[in-house]
């Protein structure tokens, strides 16, 4: 019997792997430079960790949370997101007393079990980072403005960054209740779900993926105009301080966020390319029927709400499953895993080849070699599938010349080159 992953999870295999290398260390520098320290979270939590910070009526955690309960009987959950750890972390080893500004970040699988498609998985890796101490409009501009610049240095020029408002517990009282009338209003489009959520999660109905629930809720009041001053101050300078750093953005009034923490800025990355103009269907888009890339904002209230001290914040997480797939539409100059390729040909060749390998390793050089005793056809076609832009191809006859051959793979030209200044010319074009 065949045993297979589970739906929606899947293996990350060795030749992915550079890809994700690449990706890990853009964000994980740009991060670095930005002043963020990476922080290790745990895979599972206290369920109750998620129901009291991503909201219990949320999809999430009603309906997407891998729960079970361990040996004593305690209720445990696979995290759907890092957030909620990341809070939990910050106040359980009291990072706030090391300094006043706290910037984490981290890096892992999530789990969610919704229905797996193109660009949806049950397990799905995120790079998530926070900002603990201030309720200064100058850092979200500053984190908006390092993930657009992030994503412009690998080529990814065809996102855009939608923002939005939610507002503060002084305003959103005040939203609610107007949403309320008008969902009381429009009961007749709503799903069951819907109407559940009227009464206990209002704000949930924009999460609603029903497609006659979407048409009802259209013409449905925004937070944007609700805004009290401080709010409207807030966004106000979020918007104008992005203008001056030259970050292009839209508005989006529909964006809520998925989750119950966000207040005041919303936002989310999305891929033009996933547009649903009626000429593109999801199958060609990179990222299928999905367009976020990343989303994010402030939760002001959030370490309160989860026993701290009052501590305004601001975080987003990058789903890297999705960064990934529009990478890989121009994919990026990656490192290939061997830059020079030992042809070896015969024994005495192979043992010769064998110390050049280590010398070469000490050199910084990535070098592979073939152990197979193939036919030198053979050894350049593995040359050429790991990519290596250089061959080295020694037999007897070199090893009795003390010279071997060095073979450009790009433009297929041979140089004969004494064996003793082999390294050190490796090591001068490799430099
Ligand atoms: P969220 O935690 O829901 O705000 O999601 C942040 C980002 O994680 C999204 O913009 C996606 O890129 C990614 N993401 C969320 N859910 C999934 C999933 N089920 N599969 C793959 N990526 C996901």
Not at 412 to 421: A, H, I, S, W
């Amino acid at each position: 019997m065949q045993i297979k992953a589970p739906k929606g999870v899947a293996d990350i295999l060795p030749d992915d792997i550079p890809m994700w290398r690449y990706m890990e260390h853009a964000l994980r520098s740009a991060l670095e430079r930005s002043g963020f320290a990476e922080i290790r979270l745990p895979i599972f939590e206290n369920s109750q960790l998620f129901s009291h910070s991503i909201g219990a009526e949320t999809d999430i955690v009603a309906k997407e949370m891998y729960t079970f309960q361990d040996n004593g009987g305690r209720s445990l959950s696979l995290r759907p997101e890092g957030t909620a750890s990341a809070v939990r972390a910050y106040l359980e080893n009291r990072l706030y007393e090391r300094n006043p500004i706290c910037r984490i970040f981290y890096m892992g699988p999530m789990f969610r079990a919704e229905r797996p498609q193109k660009g949806r998985y049950r397990q799905f890796h995120q790079l998530g980072a926070e900002v603990f101490g201030t309720d200064s409009a100058y850092l979200d501009a500053e984190i908006l403005a390092l993930l657009m610049r992030c994503f412009k240095r690998m080529q990814l020029t065809s996102l855009k960054l939608q923002l939005n408002s939610l507002g503060c517990p002084e305003c959103r009282p005040q939203y609610k209740r107007q949403l309320v009338v008008f969902l009381g209003d429009n009961q007749a489009g709503l799903c069951a779900d819907c109407m559940r959520r009227a009464d206990t999660n209002p704000l949930r109905v924009f999460d609603c993926k029903n497609p006659g629930c979407k048409e009802v809720l259209a013409p449905a009041p925004q937070s944007l105009t609700s805004l009290c001053g401080a709010c409207k101050d807030h966004f106000e300078q979020v918007k104008e301080l992005l203008t001056t750093l030259e970050v292009a953005f839209e508005i989006n009034p529909r964006l809520v966020r998925g989750l119950d923490y966000y207040t005041r800025t919303a936002f989310e990355i999305v891929s033009s390319q996933g547009d649903k103009s009626p000429d593109k269907s999801p199958d060609q888009s990179p990222l299928g029927a999905q367009n976020a890339v990343a989303g994010g904002g402030r939760f002001d209230g959030l370490v309160e709400q989860l026993g701290g001290p009052k501590t305004p914040a601001f975080g987003f997480a990058i789903g890297l499953e999705r960064l990934l797939l529009l990478l890989q539409e121009q994919p990026p100059a990656i490192e290939p895993s061997a830059w020079v390729y030992l042809a070896l040909l015969g024994e005495k060749a192979k043992r010769k080849g064998f110390i050049l390998q280590q010398n070469l390793r000490q050199q910084g050089i990535t070098v592979q070699m073939n152990y197979a005793d193939q036919c030198l056809k053979k050894q350049l076609k593995s040359a050429h599938n790991l990519g290596a832009p250089y061959v080295v191809i020694m037999g007897d006859d070199e090893i009795k010349n003390q010279r071997v051959i060095l073979k450009d793979m790009k433009d297929g030209t041979q140089e004969n080159v004494p064996l003793e200044q082999l390294i050190g010319k490796l090591a001068e074009i490799n430099s």
